[in-house]
């Protein structure tokens, strides 16, 4: 057990309620980006799962738990959003300023980092007892939460108990995690473990760190990337055989000669690294024009970072990443944040552009630099007389 190394929880149940149902509602007309796992006892739903997801009108977490009880017949219910922090851009900003003092000692995770949230009356995690391959923070937003865990060690050489719930016997040898609101649960990855019923409905959630490198892993994505879209570009209704063979190889091999290869391993480097090591993060707000004007300035949670691909210049900010052709401007401009001062759009470019003067070309190409910065939500616009109103 971990005392509160925030303040507060990540997040306030009320918070998760309001991103809840705006994702739920998305889902009812046909947005699949959000993926809930609903399960009924020990029994995941797959048809008419919209029904039981939360709806504005049950006003708040405990409005939908009793709304879902009247329907269930008082059955224990569970839902499982694995990567809500997509969902949740606050609590992506939370989660990775909690990891950037864990990874000072760790280092990045290898793999991936992502939360998931776990919320129900559930006497027992819906799919049981279970191992995971990663170290696990569960961060405890409302309720009582109740983890029990065995050291791996313990079931070597005995029966597989996977996704089982007759694990009783065992029960002396595991040691039993207990938190209340504000308060987080840890077990290293080894761990067997199963949530079990601490009194009623409980809100958490699981920050996953996948801490074991997988070798070459953004090699294989970008090559694959490449070469699906060679194929696609190809496609014909032929039968498989020699000439497809042919084909298939022809495509590989101009995926791997493919001078955008560069750029896609150094944008995946990127992501990793300022993204905090989650894979998916929340995605890029909604682009808007930046006046010579406005005052702006790094935002103090982001990380900032770029490299050189060829001609053309990488940049990334929290988690996302994104291509330019490369302006001698470039790195002045991104030092110039990187002082956290707070600056007029106007001067940092012609800060940005030196001897340039006001050429059109490189003052255009790095404002488009400041604007999608903007939408990674890596800068922030401060208040000013000229902006106002």
């Known amino acids: 057990m971990l005392r509160p ?3 507060g929880p990540p997040v306030t149940a009320s918070h998760v309620f309001e991103r809840l149902v705006a994702a739920s509602d998305r889902w009812r007309v046909g947005d699949r980006t959000f993926a809930p796992e609903f399960c009924i006892g020990h029994t995941r739903l797959l048809a008419d799962v919209g029904r039981y997801l939360p709806r504005g009108s049950d006003g708040t977490i405990a409005g ?3 709304r879902l009880s009247a329907m269930l017949g008082g059955q224990a219910f569970g839902l499982v959003v694995d990567d809500y922090h997509v969902l949740d851009t606050p609590l992506w900003t939370r989660l990775s300023q909690f990891v950037c003092g864990l990874y000072a000692h760790t280092g990045l995770p290898g793999e991936q980092a992502k939360a998931a949230l776990f919320l129900g009356n559930y006497h027992r995690t819906p799919f049981g007892l ?3 391959r990663s170290s ?4 405890v937003v409302e309720g009582v939460k109740r983890i029990r865990a065995w050291p791996d060690a313990f079931f070597r050489g005995k029966e597989d108990l996977t996704n089982r719930l007759d694990y009783e016997r065992y029960n002396a040898a595991s ?4 938190g209340k609101p504000g308060e987080v649960i840890y077990w290293p990855s080894p761990y067997w473990h199963v949530g079990e019923d601490a009194g009623g409905l409980s809100v958490a959630i699981s920050l996953a760190l996948f801490m074991e490198a997988e070798p070459w892993t953004d090699v294989v994505l970008a090559v694959q990337d490449g070469l699906a879209r060679r194929l ?6 032929a039968a498989l055989g020699p000439a497809a063979t042919t084909r298939s190889l022809g495509a590989l091999r101009s995926a791997l000669a493919d001078p955008a290869l560069e750029q896609m391993l150094v944008a995946a480097r990127l992501r990793h690294l300022t993204g905090h090591g989650f894979v998916r993060v929340p ?8 006046s010579d004007r406005e005052i702006v300035r790094a935002d103090a949670t982001a990380l900032i970072r770029w490299a050189r691909a060829g001609r053309q210049a990488v940049c990334s900010a929290n988690g996302l990443a994104f291509v330019v052709p490369f302006e001698a401007g470039l790195p002045r401009l991104l030092d110039s944040l990187s002082s956290g001062r707070a600056i007029r759009v106007g001067e940092l470019l012609a800060a940005a552009q030196g001897r340039t003067g006001a050429r059109r ?4 190409a790095l404002r488009r630099v400041l604007e999608r910065l903007l939408a990674f939500r890596a800068l922030v616009v401060e208040p000013s007389e000229d902006t106002a109103g």
């Not at 696990?136 to 961060?139: A, D, G, K, L, R």
């Not at 040691?175 to 207990?178: G, K």
């Open 361 to 364: 070309g490189p003052r255009t």
């Open 5 to 7: 190394p925030l303040a």
């Open 136 to 139: 696990n923070f569960m961060f």
């Open 64 to 66: 939908w738990s009793a």
């Open 130 to 132: 279970h191992r995971g």
């Open 283 to 290: 995605p890029a707000a909604p682009p808007r024009r930046l």
């Open 232 to 237: 696609r570009s190809r496609a014909r209704r």
């Open 175 to 178: 040691v039993v995690l207990q």
